[in-house]
């Protein structure tokens, strides 16, 4: 059974940081068949695209939202995409969910992040 779990939210206070872990299992293919996504959805908004990153991960996009204090990174081997989120900002509190892409596609269950004071 295919899966993708997140780790790493939590509360934290403005100013911090926090990385976000997602780990793929049980996949058909493997995990460097997927390009691999972070979203977030804030209460009351739709999702957002944060970051993407390519398969190999040479290639990466952040959103202009987040530019500047969050990266992308994934390690192939480990079945693994990360999300380091620094200079976090109360606007930055959301759910953030994993997404992969590629012969199928598939989300996680989410990891909820909390900025505030």
């Known amino acids: 059974q295919a899966q993708l779990v997140e780790s790493g939210g939590g509360l934290v206070q403005p100013g911090g940081s926090l990385r976000l872990s997602c780990t793929a299992s049980?996949?058909?293919?493997?995990?460097?068949?997927?390009?691999m996504n972070w979203y977030r959805q804030a209460p009351g908004k739709g999702r957002e695209l944060v970051a993407a990153?390519?398969?190999?991960?040479?290639?990466?996009m952040i959103a202009d939202s987040v530019k500047g204090r969050f990266t992308i990174s994934r390690d192939n081997h480990k079945g693994a995409v990360y999300l380091q989120m620094s200079m976090l900002k109360p606007e930055d509190t959301a759910v953030y969910y994993c997404?992969?892409?590629?012969?199928?596609?598939?989300w996680g269950q989410g990891t909820q992040v909390t900025v505030s004071s």
């Open positions: 997404n992969a892409v590629g012969p199928a596609s598939y």
């Open positions: 049980g996949f058909a293919h493997k995990f460097d068949s997927y390009a």
């Open positions: 990153i390519g398969r190999a991960g040479d290639n990466t």
